[in-house]
């Protein structure tokens, strides 16, 4: 059995940099634009963009684009309001697609 | 005495006359006037390229839909027989066998750019090789080559010189090494985005290899050395690194091998640290510039070694290091005697880079981010 040092990381499929911890993720059960996504509570060293109103499957959200602050490439998104009481859970937290994080090492 | 015509003056005064009109409708009349004039006028072009090539001559595309057939090629090369280059970049469907057209003047073709034609394969690449011996330039920019049409290419083009093989995923390293083997006087190759090399296909170049380009790949510690073991390279591209090298992964560029080296592009490159640093800064008295923008790990040691033994560099790029701190850019400030230009963001060091632009006045400093630097391989 691996021993496995420090955090458990992802990082950007792109150019590895750290964005997320395994601990910080609250839920593995959503869909983003290219398949499966997780929510994280946190996320490091990415760029969060323009905010813009999305109709989503769980209803109108204002989103943000993030991208990794290296290569740019968009991961995800977050959540900055949620018009709807049931999905208020979501407002200030982050979206990672599973397609575009790895695993660092573990 | 007889009176003497224009139509004795031989072919080759002929082609000096034309060779000197200067006008675009001088040189079109001259094509209309007789056959023997239009034969001279074809074979005095020496270039040709299609409205959908990007990029070669900086003509902007116009607007035509047609699209570049076998008949069509068929036809030009019968016509201009003489060509030196030609481009049939962006000519998308033209198959393997529009090639076999080039048989009867391939000889004398030395540069051919084939950057985004799907349609060619190993067959096509065969077929070139078997007709142009003589050929020096040849780009195969996202074609569908595998190693056999590498190994086809480096058996009957032993001159070859300048290769792009950007793009190129089916290729391995065992395609580049039969390359590199047989045409020893390769001077430039480019292997950008070529996910599946990982470098040792280098072993053994010849020390006529300058230019490399692979950025973007894969490439081992092992390949890495193998790149630089010909000795005479001055140019090194290997920006964005997808490999997890580890800190000393580059020590191999300092080992000797690279004492020509010039520019140097470690861009994106985050898991390189200071020792590899140590080494090339060592290893490298030539070089001029240098990109170690995103370069994450490399820490103080890193930067005062730069400092110290980087006496000849001019450019340094350092766009977003994370570990760039007061003391490394005062490291910087204090060596690099040659500098002139130096890009670095100025919103997170604005201090530091303020004394150092009051202790060394003559350097430039420069917010944006370059990502490709260095001669541009089309330029050639």
Same mark, same amino acid.
């Given at each position: 059995?691996?021993?496995?040092?420090?955090?458990?990381?992802?990082?950007?499929?792109?150019?590895?940099?750290?964005?997320?911890?395994?601990?910080?993720? &609250?839920?593995?059960?959503?869909? /983003?634009?290219?398949?499966?996504?997780?929510?994280?509570?946190?996320?490091?060293?990415?760029?969060?963009?323009?905010?813009?109103?999305?109709?989503?499957?769980?209803?109108?959200?204002?989103?943000?684009?993030?991208?990794?602050?290296?290569?740019?490439?968009?991961?995800?998104?977050?959540?900055?309001?949620?018009?709807?009481?049931?999905?208020?859970?979501?407002?200030?937290? +982050?979206?990672?697609?599973?397609?575009?994080?790895?695993?660092?090492?573990? | 005495?007889?009176?003497?015509?224009?139509?004795?003056?031989?072919?080759?005064?002929?082609?000096?006359?034309?060779?000197?009109?200067?006008?675009?409708?001088?040189? =079109?009349?001259?094509?209309?006037?007789?056959?023997?004039?239009?034969?001279?006028?074809?074979?005095?072009?020496?270039?040709?390229?299609? #409205?959908?090539?990007?990029?070669?001559?900086?003509?902007?595309?116009?607007?035509?839909?047609?699209?570049?057939?076998?008949?069509?090629?068929?036809?030009?090369?019968?016509?201009?027989?003489?060509?030196?280059?030609?481009?049939?970049?962006?000519?998308?469907?033209?198959?393997?066998?529009? $090639?076999?057209?080039?048989?009867?003047?391939?000889?004398?073709?030395?540069? @051919? #750019?084939?950057?985004?034609? +799907?349609? &060619?394969?190993?067959?096509? &690449?065969?077929?070139?090789?078997?007709?142009?011996?003589?050929?020096?330039?040849?780009? @195969?920019?996202?074609?569908?080559?595998?190693?056999?049409?590498?190994?086809? @290419?480096?058996?009957?083009?032993?001159?070859?010189?300048?290769?792009? %093989?950007?793009?190129?995923?089916?290729?391995?390293?065992?395609?580049?090494?039969?390359?590199?083997?047989?045409?020893?006087? %390769?001077?430039?190759?480019?292997?950008?985005?070529?996910?599946?090399?990982?470098?040792? /296909?280098?072993?053994?170049?010849?020390?006529?290899?300058?230019?490399?380009?692979?950025?973007?790949?894969?490439?081992?510690?092992?390949?890495?050395?193998?790149?630089?073991?010909? /000795?005479?390279?001055?140019?090194?591209?290997?920006?964005?690194?997808?490999?997890?090298?580890?800190?000393?992964?580059?020590?191999?560029?300092?080992?000797? +091998?690279?004492?020509?080296?010039?520019?140097?592009?470690?861009?994106?490159?985050?898991?390189? *640290?200071?020792?590899?640093?140590?080494?090339?800064?060592?290893?490298?008295? @030539?070089?001029?510039?240098?990109?170690?923008?995103?370069? #994450?790990?490399?820490? $103080?040691?890193?930067?005062?070694?730069?400092?110290?033994?980087?006496?000849? %560099?001019?450019?340094?790029?350092?766009?977003?290091?994370?570990?760039?701190?007061?003391?490394? &850019?005062?490291?910087?400030?204090?060596?690099?005697?040659?500098?002139?230009?130096?890009?670095?963001?100025?919103?997170?060091?604005?201090?530091?880079?303020?004394?150092?632009?009051?202790?060394? *006045?003559?350097?430039?400093?420069? =917010?944006?981010?370059?990502?490709?630097?260095?001669?541009?391989?089309?330029?050639?």
């Amino acid at each position: 059995m691996e021993e496995i040092l420090g955090p458990r990381l992802y990082s950007c499929y792109n150019c590895r940099n750290h964005v997320c911890l395994h601990d910080d993720i &609250i839920s593995k059960t959503f869909q /983003g634009r290219t398949g499966r996504a997780f929510l994280f509570s946190h996320a490091m060293n990415v760029v969060v963009g323009h905010k813009e109103d999305r109709h989503l499957l769980t209803g109108l959200h204002t989103v943000a684009d993030i991208s990794c602050s290296d290569c740019g490439e968009v991961l995800g998104w977050k959540y900055v309001k949620a018009y709807d009481i049931s999905q208020k859970y979501k407002e200030g937290k +982050f979206i990672l697609e599973k397609a575009k994080i790895i695993k660092e090492n573990w | 005495m007889e009176a003497s015509s224009i139509i004795d003056i031989p072919d080759d005064c002929l082609i000096f006359i034309f060779q000197a009109l200067d006008c675009q409708a001088d040189r =079109e009349s001259f094509g209309l006037t007789c056959r023997r004039w239009l034969h001279i006028q074809n074979i005095t072009r020496l270039s040709l390229q299609f #409205h959908c090539s990007f990029s070669l001559f900086n003509i902007t595309p116009s607007q035509s839909n047609l699209s570049v057939e076998s008949y069509h090629l068929s036809r030009l090369l019968t016509r201009f027989s003489h060509l030196q280059s030609l481009s049939l970049s962006g000519c998308t469907e033209l198959p393997d066998s529009a $090639l076999a057209q080039l048989g009867s003047s391939g000889h004398r073709l030395q540069a @051919l #750019h084939l950057d985004c034609c +799907f349609g &060619i394969t190993d067959i096509g &690449i065969s077929l070139i090789g078997s007709s142009c011996p003589n050929l020096a330039v040849i780009s @195969l920019y996202r074609c569908l080559v595998t190693d056999e049409g590498l190994e086809a @290419l480096a058996c009957s083009c032993p001159g070859l010189r300048d290769v792009n %093989l950007a793009y190129c995923y089916l290729i391995t390293d065992g395609g580049l090494r039969a390359l590199l083997r047989g045409c020893r006087e %390769l001077r430039a190759v480019k292997i950008s985005f070529c996910r599946h090399l990982s470098g040792i /296909g280098f072993r053994d170049c010849s020390q006529t290899l300058a230019h490399v380009d692979a950025e973007s790949c894969k490439l081992e510690p092992e390949g890495i050395m193998a790149i630089v073991s010909g /000795g005479g390279l001055q140019y090194l591209n290997i920006s964005g690194l997808s490999s997890g090298l580890r800190a000393d992964g580059l020590c191999s560029i300092g080992e000797g +091998f690279c004492k020509s080296l010039k520019i140097l592009n470690l861009r994106m490159c985050r898991t390189i *640290g200071d020792e590899s640093i140590l080494s090339i800064a060592k290893g490298c008295p @030539l070089l001029k510039e240098w990109n170690l923008a995103l370069c #994450h790990e490399v820490k $103080l040691p890193g930067w005062e070694s730069i400092g110290r033994f980087c006496n000849s %560099l001019e450019v340094l790029h350092v766009n977003r290091c994370r570990n760039l701190c007061d003391r490394g &850019i005062q490291a910087l400030r204090d060596g690099c005697r040659r500098l002139c230009i130096l890009h670095i963001n100025r919103a997170y060091r604005t201090s530091a880079i303020e004394l150092f632009k009051l202790h060394r *006045g003559r350097v430039q400093i420069r =917010e944006e981010e370059v990502m490709c630097v260095g001669p541009d391989w089309t330029c050639r």
